[in-house]
Each structure stands twice: as C-alpha cells, then as structure tokens.
C-alpha cells in the first residue's frame, strides 16, 4: 500500500517564513532583513562583474589614483563595509534576538513535557500526568511550554519550523527548548539530525489548542485502556505485540516501541508514514517493513482473521 | 636516469634530457618521481573520482526528483549520498587542487625542477589510490560508509551500524589523511625552499600563497580528524569508550573533533580556488593583481581564522550561549579575507583590459556563485537563523554554492587555463565559452531551488518525501538542474580530450602569462626549466630578468634558497625514479585491509614490512655524483 500524500497535511506546513510564535517571528524577521542586505550586496558585485564584461577588450577605466585609488577601495568596500555590517548584524542578531530563542529559563512555563527520541519515533510525556503517547504533541495554545528532550539511542534533532528553532537531542544530556502557539492549529515538526535509515519518516505533530480542550485530552491520554473485547487484546499478548509495546491497564508493558494505550486517537502510525485508520493499521500490521523499511517493528505472521481482530481492538483505543 | 656521468660535447638541453628522462611506457609510470607525471595521475584519478562522485549526485536527484520515488532503497540511499560527500571532498576536489595542481604547477611556478620530496610524493599518490579504492571497496561490497560524510556518533557505533560500513569509513579516510599530509608537507617544503633564486616571499605567485596556506592547515587539521577516528576504530573493534556515555565518554567529543577538522577543511576546499582565481585574472585582465600583499595576507588569514569557527556547525547541539557567540563572531571575522579577495579581484578586472576567453569566465562565474554562497554562510552566522535553518536544504544549497560553485569552478576554468601548457595544445574556445553557460546555468538550476525547500522545511539526508508540503516542483527543477550540469560538464571533458589530440599547437605561452609556468615550453620537459631563472618580480615573465641565471646541468639537481629571501643557499640532488613508493602503497592496502578484517597481527606483520620498504627505499638509492 502507498503511503500517497502526507496524511496530515491539512493545510499545515512546515515553512520557517510562516512564523506562529513571537521567537520564530524574530527569525523570521532576522531572515528578511539578510536577505534585503544580500540582495544589495549581490546586485553591487554583479554590477562590478556586469562592468568588466561590458568593457571587454577595451582599455582600462580611466581611473582616478591608479593602482593606490583601487587599494583604497578594496580596504573600504572590502574591509570597512564588511565590519560595520557584520558588527551590526553580531549585536542585533547574537546580542538581543537570540534571547528569543534561547532554553526557557526554569519555572517560566506553565507546561513542560519530556521528549524522548526513539529510531524512528517521538515519546512524548507530560509532567504531571501519567503515562507516555507518541508522535503527537498537544500543547495549550498561546501557552508557554517547556520541552525537555533527550535521546534512547542516537542523535536526534526536534524542530517545528513555524514555531521555533531546532534543538538536538543528544544522549545522556537533556535540552530545552520553548514551544508556544499563537493560534489554534496543527503543526508538523520533523526529526532534522541523520538518524540511520528512515529519518525521512521521523515526523512529529503539534497539536495546539484551547486550553479546556488540551485538558480534557491530557485526562484522556492519562486513563487507562478501557476493558478489552472481542479477543484482540488476546491475539496483542500472544503474537509477540507485546514485548515491545505498552497498552496501560493491561499486562502489555514493555516500553520499546511506542506507547498504545491510546493509539487510536492519533492522526497517523509510524510518525507519519501513513495515516492511522483501519485499511493502514492493517497493512502496516501484517508487513511494516514493507512500509518503513528498516523500521524496527518485525512482520508477524498471523492470520488474516487474527489480523482483523487486532486491528479491531486497536482501532477502538481511543 | 641517474648516476650516468654527464656526456660531454652536446648541448645543454641534450644533457638534461639525458640525466632527467625516465623509464618509457607503463613501467615509467608507475615508477616516476617527476612532478608532473604524478600531477596527471592524480589528475586522472580524481576525475575517475569525480565521476563517480557525480553518478552518485545523479542516483540522489532522481530518487528525490518527485515524492515518494523508489529508485533507491532507503540502505542504498544513505550509502550514496555518505560516498558522494567523502568523494568529493576526500577523493576529488583535495587531491585535485593539492595532487594534480599543485604538485603539476607548483614547481613550474616557483622555477623548481621537481618537489622538494619526489619519492614522498609519488608514495603520496599511491597512497591516495590506495584509500579510494578501499572505500569503493566498501561500496561495491554493500558496506559502504552510510553515516553521513560527518558520521554523528552513536549513530557510527556498533550497536547502530554493526556493519564493516563506519569501518570502512574511519580506516578509508584515516588511509587519505596519510596521503594527503604527505602532500601537504611537500607543498610547504617546496615552497619554502625550492624557489628560484630571487624570488623573495613577497614575490611569490598568489597561487603558492593559497597553497601553502591550504597545506599548513592540511598539516594542522588532519590530525584532529585522524585522532576522532581512531578513537571510534578503538571503540567499534577493541572495545574502548571514548564517545560511550554510559562508560564515561562522550558523545559530543566526535563532533568537537570532527568541526575543528571540518570547518578548515571548508577553507582548504575554497583556499586553491581563490589561488586559481588569482592566477587567471591577470592574465585576462592583462595587469598585475592590485593590492597584492593584501590578497597574500587574506589568504594566509583565511586559513588561520578558519579553526577557530568550528562551533557554528553546533548551534544545535544546546552549548552554552557564551561559546556559541564566541564562534559566531569568529564565523563573521572569517567574511573579511574573503570580501577583501573579492574586490581585489574585482577592481583588477576593470582596471585592466579584460578578455572574456573560457577561464576568466569560469571565474566571474565563481566570484557570482561564491558571493551567494558566502552571503547564505554569513546568515549562518546569526545564531537563530542557523538554529531554524541548519540541518535543512537550505545548508545544503549553502555548501554547494562554495563547494561547487566556488572550488570547482576555478578546477574548470583552470584546466582549460592550463590545459595549453600541459599538452601543448589549445582547447575550443567557442564550446569552452558555451559549456560554461550550460554548467552555470545548471548549477543555478540545481542549487538555487534549495534555499526554497529548506526555508519550506525540508531537512537534508532524507531518502523520500511526502508531497502536499510545497517541496515537489523546486525537488524536479532541481534534478533537471543537475541533468544541464551534468551535460556542461561533459561538454568540457569532450572538449579537453579532443583538443588533446586535435587542437592547435599553442606555443610556450599562447595567452601571455605573468608567471614562471608560462617561461617553459609546452608542455614542460622534465627538467622545466633548462636555466634556472632569476626572478625579481611576482610577475617575471612579465618584468623579465637578464641575468644568466643557473644552469645546473651536471646532475639530477634542482636549487635550494633561503627561505624568506630567496638567496641561493646550496645545490640539491634529486632522486631518481623508483618501484618502492608504488610497493609501500599495495602494503599499506594489504595493511588496512587487515585491520578492517580484524587480522591485527597479520597488519602487524604488514606493519613491518612497510619499515622494512622504507629502509630498501633509502639502501637502494645509488650514490649520487
């Protein structure tokens, strides 16, 4: 089965000129204002360049002050004018807008959620709340939030470009970044570092919105799975699901891969390979190599009538 | 050969041809200590490179050509894209400036016979040969390098990568840094000592400036690069902890080592370019650089600013603000070397009488392609921006506008610049002058669309793409982009080797050169020069001198000078041509295949044979007269 178009798009972007925070703003911002100065700057050497090329095979410019006039001009344009600028771009830039951007200081938050990367998936965990979800992170809107991330494995890095700034992930250290919303809406983020074979599909979804709302979703994330029917849970323990992976409220309670107590919920498997709904919760069950090669999630061997069964169960946590 | 006495009774071009010829046909190849031969090795050898490296660049456009595309597998795709960046830096565009136009023109430049080291640079080739072909090896065995060219620890440890691929990558490029050191210890050693008497250091070509700016920090960053992988061999195969947290280690050690390489590795990428650049142009222009010792000046300060830059590749990585500042204000102050060169440049060609012919266009190319690339590099520099940006294509456009746009594009142009003057022959100006459009617009085509996708979030090292997220059209305009660039480059090479057979013979100096190179014929004989000139201008074909200069026509020589004054200081014997470089490079092979392979006392015993070569190499030498 394709994997097609992104299943999350609806109209969210990941484009660092559509800022939605007042620290992306700034780098907005900090962008535009270069890019302006660059385009002056690129048009002048175009000019010198354009200059020579129409004076070809023609006698040199009647200049005044020869070699010692050039010499002087050299020291100005190419010595002068690069320190007032730059020192210019240093203080703005690496002076005041970097404290946008900067590791939120220590009770200056009203949230802060742990991230934790995995080969090839996010776990998200609230403090305060019980409980671990994966690959989607709800925060309250124009809320500030205090991310504090680390690695299981190798180097990862978080970034939601309309939000802000990027932030590695790096064992045995953790880091902080500030997320903040200034409107209701879905953003996508995406692991930036080289992780090993499918960092194309290490996706990470920001859900913001209304405070009352991210409550009642936090309250859901951290019940337990309700009472099971139907058998899949059986099939869950008895097929090998369970030695990777958690479902809270039963025996499943192996933290290796992704949290599932309530799968359901989420907007896509595999940190947005696929979309999360019956038809690729059953393709992704019966062969996930096939979809994500090099995932570490094996194929398991088990009957279609089985597999509709599993899938029926994990459908309904919701 | 050598040690034959020198006949009496002919001419004085006759006896040099007699005690500097060498052995004919293959044999002389693989023998030959002439600079110049070995200056077409590695010639040859990096383009083989190259052209691998671009087959690579190929297989990664047409696999991101549209979403989801399935032309290579997400394991083939890391590999590819890993050995497309170690190839161009390590195994094309080093070897290429230091290798094949450095060690080719160098000599000519500074009115030398040979290198200061012939047998060291004929081992240094070997060696180079040897390192490729063991990281294709890996490659075409399907245990390529697949880490990324800069292979983040733990990502290259055996837990993540229980392959020979990070092995081979850490033993293949531990293999190059021997090579390239030698090279570079050569290059200053040369410089320093085998100029023609006269030529002060303050008349030395702007071209053996950059290379000896090139070579010290060859000299200085190898080592780190070389200390990170041994480091991780220790670990991946004895078991060590260096870059192992849990034990102690840690895991931003490989990548403080790994920049305080990387980042002077960037300026040794740009610094012959810049040395190339200031070849052409006053030739073209038909006037002297202006504000020379300011340009000599930049490039030496271009290579010294360059190691202290390194954090800025680790804006990311949450450092403390204080260290990132300081590194931001060393990549600013890094900016003035090179506006200063661009003026300089600049201002030479309008206050001269320029002549647009293939090489000088090439270089307004690079000045058009490095100002972008260098005004992108300045944003990085702004600390928020470089943490919004890093990571994405947006780096990826960046660098490739200063690796291709501006070190290759000076190689291009200065291959048809010197192309005369090692084959004798002149190149199709008319198709050289249109396959520079074609490959400049094919390198604005490729790299341009990517500042876009990186601003529209789209990171680098990924092997596919969902669409719906406005990246698909700059993705396909880019790979048509690096089709036109492709068909450009073909242009020249078909050009390059039909001229080499059919064009017009061009005479000693078909384009009136300032330097030495262009006082010898075309091409060179193997003594390059029959008088050794006396130089008095860093221009001296130009203000020629009318003194007798020094004949040394009695043996295998070639003159030493004082170092900062370019006195005459004493008469230096040369070696002759010899089997044992090409011999300690098939052992160094054996040597590290061993080590890959975990054989650690058969490499012992290769280790030994290796002391044992060298030894033969110095008891073989027949005494010299």
């Known amino acids: 089965m394709s994997s097609g178009t992104v299943p999350v798009a609806l109209g969210a972007r990941q484009n660092v000129l559509h800022p939605h ?10 962008w535009w204002v270069m890019f302006a100065v660059s385009c002056v700057g690129l048009a002048f050497i175009a000019l010198l360049l354009l200059l020579g090329w129409i004076r070809r095979n023609r006698e040199a410019l009647p200049f005044g002050g020869g070699e010692r006039g050039a010499t002087r001009l050299v020291v100005g344009l190419g010595i002068a004018t690069p320190i007032v600028l730059l020192s210019a771009l240093f203080v703005w830039s690496d002076v005041f807008v970097i404290r946008s951007t900067a590791a939120p200081s220590r009770g200056s938050t009203a949230l802060t959620v742990h991230v934790v990367g995995h080969q090839w998936f996010w776990e998200i965990g609230y403090r305060g709340a019980r409980g671990t979800t994966a690959n989607e992170l709800h925060i309250p809107v124009r809320t500030k939030v205090n991310v504090l991330a680390t690695t299981a494995d190798v180097i990862h890095s978080l970034w939601v470009p309309e939000l802000n700034r990027k932030i590695d992930l790096i064992p045995e250290r953790t880091n902080s970044v500030l997320l903040y919303a200034d409107r209701a809406g879905t953003y996508l983020g995406q692991c930036a570092e080289f992780c090993g074979l499918q960092h194309a599909h290490m996706e990470l979804i920001v859900i913001a919105q209304p405070r009352p709302q991210f409550e009642q979703w936090l309250r859901g994330q951290s019940s337990d799975a309700g009472a099971a029917s139907g058998g899949g849970l059986q099939v869950f323990m008895r097929d090998g699901c369970a030695n990777c992976h958690q479902i809270r409220g039963t025996a499943a309670r192996s933290q290796v891969g992704p949290d599932l107590t309530h799968v359901a919920s989420r907007r896509t498997l595999a940190a947005g390979t696929i979309p999360n709904d019956r038809a690729h919760m059953r393709a992704w069950l019966r062969d996930p190599q096939d979809l994500k090669p090099g995932a570490k999630m094996p194929q398991t061997l088990m009957s279609q009538r089985d597999l509709g069964t599993l899938v029926d169960y994990l459908e309904g946590l919701k | 050969m050598t040690a034959v006495a020198p006949p009496v009774g002919r001419s004085r071009t006759e006896r040099l041809d007699l005690i500097w010829e060498e052995r004919p046909g293959l044999l002389g190849w693989l023998t030959t200590v002439d600079h110049k031969r070995i200056g077409l090795l590695y010639f040859f050898t990096t383009l083989a490179f190259f052209g691998a490296g671009g087959i690579e660049a190929l297989l990664i456009r047409t696999q991101l050509a549209g979403p989801n595309a399935t032309v290579l597998s997400p394991e083939a795709f890391n590999e590819v894209m890993t050995m497309h960046g170690i190839t161009m830096i390590f195994l094309f565009i080093i070897p290429m400036t230091t290798g094949a136009f450095g060690n080719y023109l160098l000599p000519l430049m500074i009115g030398a016979r040979d290198m200061a080291f012939p047998r060291l640079n004929a081992l240094s080739f070997w060696l180079f040969l040897g390192g490729g072909l063991f990281l294709y090896g890996g490659l075409l065995l399907g245990k390529g390098p697949n880490c990324g060219w800069f292979c983040y620890t733990p990502l290259n440890t055996r837990t993540y990568d229980p ?145 202290g830059v390194w954090g800025h590749h680790m804006f990311a990585t949450g450092l403390s603000v204080s260290t990132l500042v ?141 669409s719906g997220f406005g990246w698909d059209s700059y993705n396909l305009a880019e790979t048509i982009g690096a089709y036109v660039l492709t068909l450009g480059l073909l242009m020249i090479f078909a050009n390059l080797l039909w001229s080499r057979f059919r064009g017009v013979l061009a005479g000693p100096d078909p384009f009136y050169g300032g330097t030495l190179e262009w006082t010898t014929t075309s091409p060179p004989p193997p003594y390059n020069f029959a008088v050794i000139p006396t130089v008095t201008s860093p221009y001296p074909n130009w203000d020629r001198d009318d003194s007798d200069g020094l004949p040394l026509d009695h043996g295998h020589e070639t003159q030493a000078t004082t170092v900062r004054d370019g006195y005459f200081d004493e008469v230096l014997h040369m070696p002759s041509e010899s089997g044992w470089p090409i011999v300690l490079g098939a052992v160094a092979v054996v040597f590290f295949v061993m080590l890959l392979t975990t054989h650690y006392i058969v490499a012992g015993i290769f280790a030994a044979v290796a002391a044992l070569t060298v030894i033969a190499w110095n008891v073989h030498e027949p005494p010299q007269e």
């Open chain 1, 21 to 30: 925070s007042p620290a992306e703003h700034s780098i907005a911002t900090l």
């Open chain 2, 163 to 307: 392959g020979l691929n990070a092995d081979f990558y850490a033993l293949g490029l531990i293999f190059n840094s021997v090579a390239s050191t030698a090279t570079a210890i050569n290059l200053i050693v040369t410089s320093f000592k085998l100029r023609a008497p006269g030529m002060s250091f303050n008349r030395m070509p702007l071209f053996v400036f950059a290379m000896l700016a090139v070579s010290f920090s060859l000299v200085f960053a190898l080592p780190a690069l070389t200390t990170d992988l041994v480091f991780l061999e220790l670990q991946r195969k004895l078991g060590f902890h260096f870059f192992d947290v849990a034990h102690g280690g840690d895991s931003l050690l490989w990548q403080h080592l790994f920049w305080l390489f990387g980042h002077p590795e960037v300026y040794i990428i740009i610094l012959p370019a810049m040395g190339i650049a200031t070849s052409i142009i006053p030739t073209f222009a038909k006037r002297k650089m202006i504000a020379f010792p300011l340009v000599a000046l930049a490039e030496l300060l271009v290579a010294f600013i360059g190691f």
């Open chain 2, 326 to 466: 300081f590194f931001a204000a060393a990549s600013m102050m890094v900016v003035i070397p090179s506006t200063i060169q661009i003026y300089a440049w600049l201002f030479t060609v309008n206050l001269g009488r320029p002549e647009f012919r293939a090489p000088l266009l090439f270089i307004g190319g690079f000045i058009a392609l490095f100002v972008i690339g260098g005004l992108s590099g300045i944003m990085f520099a702004a600390i928020p921006f470089d943490q919004a940006t890093t990571d994405t294509y947006f780096v990826v456009a960046h660098f490739h506008f200063i690796i291709f746009g501006a070190a290759v594009f000076p190689i291009l142009g200065g291959m048809f610049y010197w192309f005369p003057k090692v084959t004798g022959r002149m190149y199709n100006e008319r198709l050289a002058q249109a396959s520079f459009w074609v490959t400049f617009a094919g390198t604005m085509l490729t790299f341009f669309p990517m500042h876009i996708v990186g601003l529209l979030g789209m990171t680098r090292r990924i092997y596919t793409y969902h």
